[in-house]
Structure formats: C-alpha cells, structure tokens
C-alpha cells in the first residue's frame, strides 16, 4: 500500500526550532518529488517546499514565506523526507502535510495525514 | 509572486451541475491540477495535467482548460460533494508550486 505518515508536530514557542518527518512506503521513493504543504486554521493550501527526485539530485525549493528559516531533507535509506523549521513564528501556526508528486507539475497524488504545528508562547 | 485566482464559492441542489474557475497567466504552459478537501481529511487529487481524472475518481468531475483559465466540473452533484476544491499549478519556470485559495461548494 502506497503510504505517507507524518510526525514529529507540537508545540513550540516563537524563534524555537521544529523537525517534521514524513516517512513513505510502497513506491519507488527515489523517484518521486516530495512537497511540504501546509494548511493554518480555517484557512486554504499554501505551499511550503519540495525535494525533487533522484533525476534531478533531490534539489530543493522554498516558499517565500518559509525561505532562509525552513530546509527540506531527505534520508533514502529510510525513505523518509523532513521538514526541519528554525526561527518558527506564530503564523506558522498550521497542519503540516507531506504530499508526493511523480513529477514537477503532474498534481500531488498521496498525501500523508498531516500533523500539527502551534507556535505559541 | 505568481498567483492563481479561483471562482468564490458555490451553492448547488443535489444532480445540478458545479462549475469553479481557476486563473493564472502561466495556464497555457504549466497544468492545472484539482483538489477536494473534505472537513478534517488531507486534500484528495481529483484531475491532473488539466483534463485527466486521478485513479478511483467519478466520471461526474473533470476538467478543462482554455487560455490562461482551468474549470472543474462536477455534473451532477451529489451530497457527498460537499467540499472545499483547489486548484495547483507552477510558475511559468516549473519552479515554485502555488495553490489557488480555494472554493468551497455547499449542496443544498
């Protein structure tokens, strides 16, 4: 069964540091762009970042929102893809989900069940 | 910052049809991609690359794309299509991904 699942949300204060993973199952990992989507209360889908496939070296892309404060890894031995979020702020208060792509532009067909982020103090 | 603008939401009686729009100016190169989020579920691909139905998807959703603007289609709306829907695209570059802000349908 193909398979995403998060983990890794909590609670965490303003400027604190957060590492979400997602790990994956039932599919050829290495070949599929992962993305880090996330969702804050009542609100819609925004984007936060994606590692690229073996094919083109794992490179990474950032949101604006999230440049210079998120990186996106991924660890092939453990099929698995992280989120790690350094100087957190509260707007980055969300449900945090991990979603593969086959493809740069080919929709995002699984999706992991999410897990949440509150940035509080 | 490259930005797609969907359709305000949709009220529907149940075997009506419901139409939401989707623009961007990139559309004519980079597909559109659809997606039904449910109250409390992860979002669910319904149409990629435009026009094709996702796997396990009903007939009644589809998709459709003229210039710089992407329709889905749900023709005959049943209860159980009561749902928040987006669309998802590239930049003109294929480098950075972006989400429309979403349309809910309510079924009447």
């Known amino acids: 069964e193909v398979q995403l699942v998060e983990s890794g949300g909590g609670l965490v204060q303003p400027g604190g540091s957060l590492r979400l993973s997602c790990g994956a199952s039932?599919?050829?990992?290495?070949?599929?762009?992962m993305d880090w989507v996330r969702q804050a209360p009542g609100k819609g889908l925004e984007w936060v970042g994606r590692?690229?496939?073996?094919?083109?070296?794992?490179?990474?892309e950032y949101a604006a929102s999230v440049q210079g404060r998120f990186i996106i890894s991924r660890d092939e031995s453990k099929n698995s893809v992280y989120l790690q979020m350094n100087s957190l702020k509260i707007e980055d208060t969300a449900v945090y989900y991990c979603?593969?792509?086959?493809?740069?532009?080919?929709?995002?067909?699984?999706w992991g069940q999410g897990t949440t982020v509150t940035v509080s103090s | 910052s490259y930005e797609l603008t969907q359709s305000p939401s949709v009220s529907v009686f149940p075997g009506q049809t419901a139409r939401i729009t989707c623009s961007g100016d990139?559309?004519?190169?980079?597909?559109a991609n659809w997606y039904q989020q449910k109250a409390g579920q992860a979002p669910l691909m319904l149409i990629h690359?435009?026009?094709e139905r996702a796997s396990g998807i009903p007939e009644r959703f589809s998709g459709s794309i003229s210039g710089t603007t992407a329709t889905l289609t749900i023709s005959g709306v049943q209860a159980e299509d009561e749902a928040d829907y987006y669309c998802?695209?590239?930049?003109?570059?294929?480098?950075?991904?972006?989400f429309g802000g979403g349309a809910r349908v309510n079924v009447l």
């Open positions: 979603a593969r792509a086959p493809l740069s532009n080919y929709g995002m067909d699984v």
């Open positions: 039932g599919f050829m990992f290495s070949d599929h762009y």
């Open positions: 590692s690229r496939n073996k094919a083109n070296s794992f490179t990474t």
């Open positions: 990139a559309l004519p190169r980079q597909y």
């Open positions: 690359k435009d026009t």
């Open positions: 998802q695209s590239t930049d003109k570059n294929n480098r950075y991904v972006v």
